[in-house]
C-alpha cells in the first residue's frame, strides 16, 4: 500500500523567506503527484499537479518538483506571504486511489 | 460557475443512525471522489465514480458504507448505524475525467459529528 509522508508537520517563518516542503512516497508508481492548499474550514485547492514524467512545475512563486526514483516531491514557496498561511498537502496518484499525506501547517508571521 | 457543494455542511447524529451526506460535482466532470478527514490525520481515499459506476470501492471503511451517484452527477455517501469513530468531515472532489493529468476540485465538506 502506498505511504506518503510529509515532513514537517508544521512550520512557522517570517515573511519573506524562501521554504521548501518535502513529500515522500513509498511506491514509485504514481501516475502523478499533486499539491494542495486547505484552508481551515474550507476545502482543497489544488495547486500544482507534476505528471510521472515531469521532474518539476512552477506557478507564480511556486515550484513543485518530482523525482520518483527516490520517492520524493518537494514544495518550494519564494518570498513567503502571511497569506500562505495554510495546510500543504501532497498526493500521490496510483491510479486506483489517491493517496494524500498528512499535510504540512505553515504559518507566516508578518 | 458554480464549483463542487456538499449537504450539510455539519450533521450532528446519534450513535447508530442512518445518515446521507451528499455532493454536487461541477456541471460536466465525469469523475467525483469521496474522501474522510479525521482529526488530525491526512486525507483517506474513499472512493471514487466513473460516471455512475464505482471501479474500485476497497477505500470504504466498512460495509456500513456505501455511495451512489445518479444521472452522472449528483453522489450520496450513506453511513448505516453510525459509530463514534465515523466522525470526521467528509470531502468530494470531482474532474472533468479520471485521468493522469486531471485536476480535482474539492467541495467544503460534511463535518459530521456522531455521539
Known amino acids: 500500500k502506498q505511504e506518503v509522508t510529509q515532513i514537517p508537520a508544521a512550520l512557522s517563518v517570517p515573511e519573506g523567506e524562501n521554504l521548501v516542503l518535502n513529500c515522500s512516497f513509498t511506491?514509485?508508481?504514481?501516475?502523478?503527484l499533486q499539491w494542495f492548499r486547505q484552508d481551515p474550514g474550507k476545502g482543497l485547492t489544488s495547486l500544482l499537479l507534476?505528471?510521472?514524467?515531469?521532474r518539476e512545475q512552477t506557478s507564480g512563486r511556486l515550484n513543485a518538483s518530482l523525482d520518483k526514483s527516490s520517492g520524493r516531491s518537494t514544495l518550494y514557496i519564494a518570498a513567503s506571504q502571511p497569506g500562505d498561511s495554510a495546510t500543504y498537502l501532497c498526493?500521490?496518484?496510483?491510479?486506483?486511489?489517491?493517496?494524500f499525506g498528512t499535510g504540512t501547517s505553515l504559518t507566516v508571521i508578518p | 460557475g458554480a464549483g463542487v457543494s456538499q449537504s450539510p455542511s455539519n450533521k450532528v447524529t446519534e450513535k447508530g443512525k442512518d445518515v446521507e451526506l451528499r455532493c454536487d460535482p461541477i456541471?460536466?466532470?465525469?469523475?467525483l471522489y469521496w474522501y474522510r478527514q479525521s482529526l488530525g490525520q491526512g486525507l483517506e481515499f474513499l472512493i471514487y465514480?466513473?460516471?455512475?459506476?464505482?471501479?474500485?470501492k476497497s477505500g470504504l471503511p466498512s460495509d456500513r458504507f456505501s455511495a451512489e451517484r445518479t444521472g452522472g452527477s449528483v453522489s450520496t455517501l450513506t453511513i448505516q448505524r453510525t459509530q463514534q469513530e465515523d466522525s470526521a468531515v467528509y470531502l468530494c472532489?470531482?474532474?472533468?475525467?479520471?485521468?493522469?493529468?486531471?485536476?480535482?476540485?474539492f467541495g467544503p465538506g460534511t463535518r459530521l459529528t456522531v455521539l
Open positions: 472532489a470531482s474532474s472533468l475525467l479520471r485521468r493522469e493529468v486531471d485536476t480535482q476540485y
Open positions: 511506491d514509485s508508481a504514481i501516475y502523478n
Open positions: 507534476i505528471q510521472s514524467s515531469q
Open positions: 498526493a500521490a496518484n496510483t491510479g486506483n486511489q489517491f493517496y
Open positions: 456541471s460536466g466532470h465525469t469523475a
Open positions: 465514480f466513473q460516471g455512475n459506476s464505482a471501479p474500485d
